[in-house]
């Protein structure tokens, strides 16, 4: 499991997603991840099927799965 908090308060976590294989993928999820209460920031990766979220608190999993499932894609858990 890969959660960090930086000084700043801020937690940035680390999932795996499965089904993402380009640009447009990437887009979706981030969209769809953007919408949760709290997340500043989204990064999605295809290629490595990561995606990186900065938020001000830890994120409900099941709200995270929801969000990816919305976008048509499935979180695999915590990298």
Do not use: F
């Not at 989204?42 to 290629?47: N, P």
């Not at 490595?48 to 929801?66: F, H, K, N, Q």
């Amino acid at each position: 499991m890969t959660t960090q908090t930086d000084t700043s308060g801020s937690v940035t976590t680390v999932y795996k997603v499965s089904g993402m294989t380009c640009g447009h993928c990437e887009g979706a999820v981030t969209q769809e991840i953007t919408q949760l209460a709290g997340v500043s920031s989204v990064r999605a990766v295809a290629s490595s099927g990561e995606v990186t979220v900065v938020s001000a608190a830890p994120l409900d999993e099941e709200a995270v799965r929801a969000a990816v499932d919305e976008a048509g894609y499935e979180l695999v858990g915590r990298a």
